[in-house]
């Protein structure tokens, strides 16, 4: 990983059709594929329930 003005880069591994999913999304919107995954993970992590409200559920 390397660390340059508060960003970290790293590497993930995408299955191929949604790779190509968030590069279609990313050029209809004229970004680029990074700031498309960085905007739709904070909105995700933004929305999730915080882990010690989760009620989990023995199957």
């Not at 990983?1 to 970290?8: E, N």
Request: no cysteine.
């Amino acid at each position: 990983m390397t660390t340059t003005s508060g960003k970290t880069t790293t590497a993930i591994r995408f299955p191929d059709d949604l790779r190509e999913q968030i590069q279609a999304a990313a050029e209809e919107r004229d970004w680029s594929m990074n700031t498309l995954v960085v905007r739709a993970t904070r909105d995700y992590v933004e929305r999730l329930v915080p882990a010690d409200e989760l009620e989990y559920v023995k199957t």
